[in-house]
């Protein structure tokens, strides 16, 4: 069977001729492409897994940025309420300092008012909760966990397909011609 081909093959030189050098040109055309395809879905695949980091990374950073919402809340509300019961206390003292030092100048009567307990009305803030808060925070990181282990799963996947691309892509490489190639077209 060889020597048939061998002696259709219309070459004086056999691997030198023009037929020969031409094949030799095409096999050096479909390693270019190969690789150009190669890297190609190399850039894509790291795209790809850029992307679900980046998405990662949003989710964690809007889930931090709640956390700490709601830490602050509870800080700044117990901060207003000290710093209103200690104006409250601090308004008393200095309207009872007034008082003394209005009675003990004073040449007539004092008011009747000034027999009264001290009252001011300082606008407390109503006392909320952040339970409702907190439940929200814990469906936002059970969200957030399903989204990180469904994205973990996404790039296996993507690993997975890149791996046996880049695996064919090997093979194509190191056992086809471009013969073999050209014939197994489907060109219909």
């Not at 094949?23 to 190669?38: G, M, N, P, W």
């Not at 850039?43 to 964690?60: G, S, V």
């Not at 003990?104 to 952040?130: G, K």
Request: some cysteine; hydrophobic content about 35%; aromatic content about 10%.
């Amino acid at each position: 069977m060889a020597l048939i081909s061998g002696l259709q093959w219309d070459e004086k030189i056999p691997f030198y001729g023009k037929r020969y050098r031409h094949l030799k040109a095409l096999e050096e055309d479909k390693r270019f492409f190969l690789e150009a395809h190669r890297e190609r879905a190399k850039q894509i695949y790291e795209n790809k897994l850029q992307r679900l980091d980046m998405l990662l990374k949003e989710a964690h950073g809007i889930l931090s940025v709640l956390r700490h919402d709601i830490e602050m809340k509870e800080v700044l509300y117990k901060n207003v309420t000290n710093c209103i019961g200690h104006y409250d206390d601090t308004c008393k003292a200095l309207i009872r300092v007034y008082r003394d030092h209005n009675l003990r100048h004073r040449t007539t009567p004092p008011p009747a008012y000034f027999d009264n307990p001290i009252s001011i009305d300082l606008q407390v803030p109503e006392e909320f909760s952040v339970v409702a808060d907190t439940v929200k925070l814990k469906q936002q990181e059970d969200a957030y966990e399903r989204m990180r282990k469904r994205l973990e799963n996404k790039k296996a996947e993507l690993e997975k397909i890149y791996r046996d691309y880049v695996r064919r892509w090997f093979y194509r490489m190191n056992n086809s011609t471009v013969v073999e190639d050209i014939e197994s077209l489907d060109i219909t």
